[in-house]
């Protein structure tokens, strides 16, 4: 976006131009459709691997509307180390509402459905229901997500449980953005499970794909995030940092 005269025809002219051509500009859509999917080395969920440290395939669909209303599916891969009994499959189901209360900023309020179809850990399914607020300003966002079921993630009586996420993302390059985050999980009635996670990477938009690497890792106990195969054979800590590499597609 020097002498008086001039400049006010300059603005008229522009005021003028801007006027046809936001009168040419196509609405936005009143639906949309997008899907995703990505193949990374290890499937980190809130800084703890949910695949015994192995590859995932992760793919979901949204679907918009204009009014800021959006529901949408996601799905993984998960280890039967971790979600035993069941179909070794993460599902996701999710809704909500976006909206702009002010410039640069916007908010979302919604409810989340994690869904492990046959999984049960300690005699209890795995699922859990999550409601969520949270807020984007320019780099900067922030989500609290608030768990509203009785049965939190295999865990008994932890309605109440909650995770708090702070992330910051940075364009450092053309299409290169380097990201930083932060996330605190508590569990209720079962504190000795909580724990701090932490994620700094970076990712580039090729076109074809995005290519992503970053460092994940916790605090979390080790005693109590280490699982064993069935056979007994091979024991990993699903919450020590490590590196992982992805490559992503919207569509």
């Not at 522009?14 to 009143?30: L, N, R, T, W």
């Amino acid at each position: 976006m020097k002498k008086l005269i001039l400049a006010a025809a300059v603005c008229a002219c522009a005021a003028f131009a801007s006027s046809v051509h936001a009168q040419q500009a196509e609405p936005a859509p009143e639906h949309s459709f997008t899907g995703n999917l990505t193949v990374a080395s290890d499937y980190r969920f809130r800084g703890i691997s949910q695949t015994f440290n192995k590859p995932a395939v992760q793919g979901g669909f949204d679907y918009a509307h204009s009014s800021g209303f959006y529901v949408g599916n996601w799905n993984s891969n998960v280890s039967g180390n971790q979600f035993p009994d069941g179909a070794s499959i993460e599902m996701d189901l999710y809704g909500g509402y976006k909206f702009t209360p002010l410039q640069d900023m916007t908010a979302d309020v919604g409810v989340l459905r994690y869904y492990y179809p046959g999984a049960s850990i300690g005699g209890r399914n795995a699922n859990a229901t999550e409601v969520y607020v949270g807020a984007a300003y320019k780099w900067f966002s922030a989500k609290y997500s608030h768990g509203v079921s009785d049965n939190y993630f295999g865990i008994a009586d932890a309605k109440g449980s909650y995770y708090l996420d702070l992330n910051a993302n940075f364009e450092v390059a053309d299409k290169t953005v380097l990201g930083f985050h932060a996330g605190r999980q508590k569990f209720r009635h079962a504190g000795d499970l909580d724990y701090t996670d932490f994620k700094v990477g970076i990712s580039r938009d090729f076109g074809f794909a995005t290519l992503g690497l970053a460092v994940v890792g916790s605090n979390a106990d080790e005693a109590l995030y280490t699982y064993s195969n069935a056979s007994g054979t091979e024991s990993k800590d699903v919450s020590k940092t490590t590196a992982v590499l992805s490559i992503s597609k919207t569509f």
